[in-house]
Structures are given as C-alpha cells and as structure tokens.
C-alpha cells in the first residue's frame, strides 16, 4: 500500500514536500524502486524523479532535476520529493509508485511500476 500526502496550493516560487510512505518498499526486487509521477488535466502522466531503495541511485526528468530532489528514510519506508521554485505548469495530481525498474528514456524518468499511490494534488498559482 502507498499513501502520499503534502499535496497543498501555493503561489508560484513556493515550496512543497511530498510524502510517500510504502508499506514493505524494498523489500522484494519487484519494489526496489519509488518513483515519484504527475498527472495535469488534459495530458499525459510523466516521470518526476525516482529512486533505488538499496543504494544511493536518484533519477530525474532533465527538466526538473534543478528544482526537484527526492530522497528516503528507509526506516520510515517512505520518500520524500522536496519541490522548490514552483511554478503553474508544476499543477498535477502526484502519485508515488513502486516498481523493478528505473530508468531516463527521452531525458524523462521512466520504468516498470507495479504500485501506485491515490495520488497528492499539487496546485500552484
């Protein structure tokens, strides 16, 4: 089970920290990463960051890694994504998922997620 939360609305330049915590994260090679996805009206859902639960490996989208850093706390299952600088074009709803696989296709994050969270709305105006 995945639950996100930090979801709120701020003014553009603000900062958000989201939250996913995953119940048995890392333990089985089918979760061993998080990745960290949004979704905006009308388009298609994308890549945002993602990490490996047993090591130190982080991946982001190119056109958010200046803004954007995700990171875990193992002992708590849960990672983090800290969002900073936001602007309009940030407004999703973000979801947090599990999978096997990670990696950067396109210069966007990419790979096999089995587990998806409900997902945490961001709105930034």
């Known amino acids: 089970q995945l639950v996100e939360s930090g979801g709120s609305s701020v003014h553009a330049g603000g900062s958000i920290m989201l939250s996913c915590n995953a119940s048995?994260?890392?333990?089985?090679?089918?979760?061993?990463?998080m990745g960290w996805f949004r979704q905006a009206p009308g388009r298609e859902r994308e890549g945002v960051a993602c990490?490996?639960?047993?090591?130190?490996?982080?991946m982001y989208t190119d056109s958010l890694k200046d803004r954007f850093t995700i990171s875990q706390d193992n002992a708590k299952n849960t990672v983090y994504l800290q969002m900073n600088s936001l602007k309009p074009e940030d407004t999703a709803m973000y979801y947090c998922?599990?999978?096997?696989?990670?990696?950067?296709?396109?210069?966007?994050?990419?790979?096999?997620?089995?587990?998806w969270g409900q997902g945490t709305q961001v709105t930034v105006s």
């Open positions: 990490i490996y639960s047993r090591g130190t490996t982080r």
């Open positions: 048995r994260y890392g333990d089985s090679d089918d979760i061993k990463y």
């Open positions: 998922a599990t999978g096997s696989s990670c990696y950067i296709l396109a210069r966007v994050v990419a790979g096999r997620f089995n587990y």
